[in-house]
C-alpha cells in the first residue's frame, strides 16, 4: 500500500513540475502549445469561411467549451487522472508478475518502421475508442455522463472536448490492455494523439471541406453533425457516425448516417432544455442521474 500511496504522491508533484514546463517552455514536443495552434487554426477557419454563416463566431456556449478544452487536456489530468492511472498500471502489472507474466508485449512493433507502428497503434486505437463510444450510446449509466458532450447546441471546434472526465477514464481503461500489447510508446502515443486532435477539432467545427472519397476514411463535420442530431429514426435511437477519427468503421459496420446536408439542424437530445448549463452541475449531473436511477428501481 506505501508503494501506491508514493506513486500518487509522486504523480501529482512530477505532473504539476511537467505542466508548468509545457506552458513555460515552447517545443514540437508541448501538448499545451499544440492545443493553442490546432485551436488557433480552427478558429480562423471558422471565422474566415464558416459552413454556418447564420452562427455567431462565439457562437452559444464557446467560451464553456473553451474552459472543458483546458480541463480535460491538462487539469484533470492533473487533479485526478494521471496518479491514479499511475496506481492502476503498477497494479496492474504488479498483479501479471505475481502469476509470473513479466511483460505483456505480444507484438514487438517497435522493431518495425516508424511509419508502420505508428499507423498500427493510430489504426486500433481509434478501433477500441469506436466500440467504446458506441458503449456510451448504449448503456445507460455511461450515457448520463456523456451526455455533456452531446449538450452543444451549435457546433463548433471548442465543442471537441466538451465532455465528461468520466469519458476519460473509460476510454483509457479499455484502450490500455490492446496498445500495451502492442508495445505503443509515449513518442507514438503523442504523435497520434495530436493527429486525432486535430481530426476532433475539425469533426466539430463550423467549416466545410469536400475530402471526396476520402470522406469514407476520413471523418469529418458534415458527417458528425448527424452524431450530434436531436431528431434521429426510431431505428437509430442510440446515434449514427461513432467515428472518433476515421469514419470507415461506420460505413462497414452500417452505422453511417446522411440523409441530407446537416447544416443547421437542431441539436442535442430529448430534455436537453433541463440539462444543467454551468460546466460544475454538468460534472455532477452524471452521478446524480445514476443515484436517482438506482431510487428508482
Known sequence: MEKYIDIVKNSY?????????????????????????????????????????????????????????????????????NAASDVVVNFFNDLLASVGIKNVVAFEVMTWPMWTHLLLGFVVRDFVQWNVHRLLHTVPTLWEFHKVHHSVEEMGFAAHLRYHWMETVVYRTIEYIPLALIGIGLRDFFTIHIFTLAVGHFNHSNIKVNLGPVRYILNNPQMHIWHHAMNLPKERRFGVNYGITLSVWDYLFKTDYIPYEGKGIKLGFDGIKSFPKSFTRQILYGFKAKRRNQQNI
Not at 505532473?15 to 488557433?40: D, K, Q, R
Not at 480552427?42 to 456556449?61: C, G, I, M, S, T
Open 13 to 81: 508533484s512530477g505532473y504539476a513540475n511537467y505542466l508548468w514546463g509545457e506552458i513555460t517552455s515552447p517545443s514540437w514536443h508541448n501538448y499545451f502549445y499544440w492545443l493553442v495552434g490546432i485551436s488557433l487554426f480552427f478558429f480562423v477557419l471558422e471565422a474566415y469561411k464558416p459552413w454556418n454563416k447564420n452562427q455567431k463566431l462565439f457562437r452559444k456556449d464557446f467560451w464553456l467549451d473553451f474552459f472543458y478544452m483546458f480541463f480535460n487536456f491538462f487539469l484533470f489530468s492533473l487533479i485526478i487522472y
